[in-house]
């Protein structure tokens, strides 16, 4: 008789699944830190892959990507490297909602990304799909692979995307695959419900590709980039990054468009029942937009590059499952694409991911001790959402190997903050967006300060080098300096004065008054004033927008600093995750099991559970007071 055929055993300390977004951010994190790190993928081809839109950033993504490189992370470095358009979003509006978004070429982002993995120390890439987890007394000890390979490790960062048991599907086509025609891992599920984790399908979807050549770009609005371009990364140098940009195209559907889709959503399987999965509310696909604002003649199509290398071009704000026959024709429809070729059929993507309320605000599973989660197996969509999780989990990851201390960013503290906090405590029965309004501080978490809000806890993490590190602390110091002499600085009624008020439309001057005063008014700026301030010193461009906004804002900043005030005496009331929130009395049943369920670290953290009402947490904070007075 043969003996059983011996399976590759290695030891890592941490090891990563997926080499998507969170993957790619997790695994350089851990490796950086100097753990010795494995990062799996069932293709290397698709390392860092952009399945969906062809760009990083937008309104509030653009916040999350500039918090992930302030603390050290590699997508806006990436982002920069491999851009064909760049804009600044919402100028018109104040600067807590301006965000940055860039159109990418996808081959040459991947690319880059693949290049920086495989050249960082204690990172190894392995093609292979993790089938198993192997869990000892509620503790991670390592994974197996489908070849019964087994790695054992300290921790486990899960980045598995759309790919766990994913089905694509347009009309009555339906196949067994990942995104782009990828394979599907279709062990891993298993093994993660026979360890209690719970699981739900979400589904997300993306539009069709089609053949440049096929396009009448004469019918379309043009929609160039920026004439400056603002870089993602604090570390990018702003002049590397001007350069001739690739122009996008705006289209819109109309009644016709909108008549086809209406008659054929009998054979949509998103009405028809054949999806199962909850959708997006905020990406819809065409179908749910024409239902759901039956009143609106029209939404906007924007046609944009999949990159130099090829001929490809995605058409933005038209995902779809409907069948193919059908999307030919609704396409054809649309201005500009009456003789439009399809390259890749739009497609809806069903997948597993978890049931919110098992991971802890580090993002370590409650049930499995050295398991962290990441990305849109969180139940969230977006690269840039994923990128920021998947930094947090490799952090928290390796600090627990090294047995020091997790970072946890609060709502007051980043975008990341708001992300995490989100997704651990409330109910998001759909993939979570990331958006501007859900961030209650948003005056103070603007994308342009992320590196003054967030390099120091980079640093003290170790992602930070030291000299970056510096940098931000003397451009702090700059700043307020800066402030300071506009504030004592006073001028008069004189000419000079008088002709640049008029200049600007602005009320003359009846008695003396500081430059900061004449930068607070709406028509003027720290720019304007620069020939009656006589004792400017020349400064870089990112302390002028930093001054100018600190400046004008002033009175709102202070009132949201004090609101962050407020915020922090909540989440300074820890509470034990141990509780018994049963012996609390005066509770209502509903939020004894929410409580009981979530385990929240603090009392803000609990205010903030669907379910637990203002009146249960005054009650619980008199039950804890009772109890320090019984213990005093």
């Not at 405590?425 to 958006?435: A, S």
């Amino acid at each position: 008789m043969r003996g059983i055929m011996p399976n590759l055993e290695e030891t890592y300390d941490i090891a990563i699944v997926g080499a998507g977004h969170a993957g790619c951010e997790a695994a350089l994190a851990s490796a950086r830190l100097g753990l010795n790190t494995i990062i799996f993928t069932i293709s290397i081809d698709s390392i860092a892959l952009m399945p969906c839109n062809p760009n990083i950033g937008g309104s509030s993504k653009g916040h999350l990507v500039r918090e992930v490189d302030a603390l050290g992370g590699e997508m806006g470095k990436n982002i920069d490297k491999t851009f064909l358009q760049s804009k600044m979003l919402n100028e018109s509006k104040g600067p807590a909602v301006h965000s940055l978004r860039a159109q990418a070429d996808k081959q040459e982002y991947t690319k880059e990304m693949r290049k920086i993995l495989e050249n960082t120390d204690n990172l190894t890439i392995k093609q292979a799909e993790v089938t198993e987890l192997i869990v000892e007394d509620g503790k991670i000890t390592g994974v197996k692979t489908y070849s019964n390979a087994i790695y054992h490790c300290q921790a486990v960062v899960l980045a598995t995307g759309t790919y766990l048991k994913a089905r694509c599907i347009y009309g009555d086509v339906s196949n067994e695959t990942g995104p782009n025609g990828l394979q599907a891992a279709n062990y891993l599920t298993d093994s993660l419900k026979n360890h209690g984790i719970e699981i739900q399908r979400f589904k997300t979807g993306t539009p069709a590709r089609v053949d440049k050549r096929s396009i009448d770009f004469s019918k379309m609005e043009e929609q160039i980039g920026d004439q400056k371009i603002v870089p993602f990364s604090f570390s990018t140098d702003p002049e590397s990054v001007q350069k001739d940009q690739v122009s996008c195209w705006l289209t819109y559907t109309n009644q016709e468009t909108h008549r086809i889709i209406r008659e054929n959503l009998d054979r949509s399987p998103l009405f028809s029942g054949v999806i199962e999965g909850t959708g997006p509310r905020y990406c819809p696909s065409i179908e749910d937009k024409v239902v759901k604002f039956a009143d609106k003649d029209r939404h906007h199509v924007f046609i944009e590059p999949e990159g130099l290398y090829t001929n490809e071009m995605y058409l933005g704000g038209m995902s779809s499952s409907l069948p193919e026959d059908v999307q030919v024709a609704m396409y054809r429809t649309v201005p500009g694409l009456e003789h439009v070729k399809i390259v890749r059929n739009a497609y809806a993507i069903e997948y597993d991911c978890i049931c919110p309320g098992q991971l802890k605000p580090t993002l370590e599973f409650k049930a499995i001790e050295g398991l962290f989660s990441s990305g849109q197996f969180n139940g969230s969509s977006g690269y840039e959402e994923a990128a920021a999780q998947g930094l947090v989990a490799g952090i928290n990851a390796a600090l627990k190997v090294l047995g020091k201390e997790p970072i946890i960013l609060d709502r007051s503290q980043a975008y990341i903050g708001v992300l995490i906090d989100d997704l651990v405590t409330k109910e998001n029965h759909e993939p979570y967006r990331m958006m501007t309004s859900r961030a209650e501080y948003r005056l103070l978490l603007r994308q342009d300060n992320a590196d003054l809000r967030l390099s120091e806890i980079g640093y003290q993490v170790g992602l930070v080098p030291e000299e970056t590190y510096k940098k931000v602390k003397e451009k702090e110091k700059q700043i307020e300096e800066e402030i300071k002499r506009l504030n004592k600085t006073v001028v008069g009624a004189s000419e000079s004065i008088s002709n640049l008020l008029k200049q600007y439309g602005s009320t003359p001057l009846k008695t003396g008054t500081t430059l900061a005063e004449l930068i607070r008014r709406p028509e003027l700026d720290y720019k304007k004033i620069k020939e009656i301030d006589k004792d400017r010193k020349p400064l870089p461009e990112d302390i002028i927008t930093q001054v100018d906004i600190n400046i004008k804002y002033e009175g709102y900043i202070k009132r949201q600093l004090k609101q962050v005030e407020q915020f922090k005496k909540l989440e300074n009331k820890k509470l034990s995750v141990d509780f018994d929130y049963n012996m609390v009395e005066n509770l209502r049943k509903e939020a004894r099991q929410k409580l009981n369920f979530y385990k929240p670290l603090s009392i803000g953290q609990a205010s903030r559970i669907s379910g637990v009402s203002p009146a249960d947490i005054s009650v619980l904070l008199i039950y804890l007071e009772q109890l320090r007075y019984r213990k005093e």
